[in-house]
């Protein structure tokens, strides 16, 4: 994270991991991975609206909060790999 003189955050650069995932029911979304050792093929849990579902990661990326493909701030988070 870098700080301008004038006390404000001018970047923040941590790395972040992104899986693509599928859900069974064929929905596809971004989520955020608390799991560093995460891979494509891996099922895994996660928030659909109001529930859980499981699916399998199809794609992961390791991104910046600048180059994430979806906003940060809107991303939920995989619960576990299953």
């Given at each position: 994270?870098?700080?301008?003189?004038?006390?404000g955050i001018i970047a923040d650069?941590?790395?972040?991991i992104y899986a693509f995932v599928r859900t069974d029911g064929g929905e596809k979304?971004?989520?955020i991975s608390?799991?560093?050792?995460i891979k494509a093929g891996d099922r895994v849990s996660v928030p659909l609206r109001a529930?859980?579902?499981e699916g399998?990661?199809?794609?992961?990326?390791?991104?910046?909060?600048?180059t994430a493909?979806?906003?940060?701030?809107r991303t939920?988070?995989?619960?576990r790999i299953l």
């Open positions: 994270m870098i700080h301008s003189l004038s006390g650069y941590d790395n972040l979304a971004w989520y608390p799991f560093p050792l529930s859980m579902a399998e990661v199809i794609r992961v990326e390791q991104v910046t909060k600048q493909p979806y906003p940060v701030n939920r988070e995989i619960d």
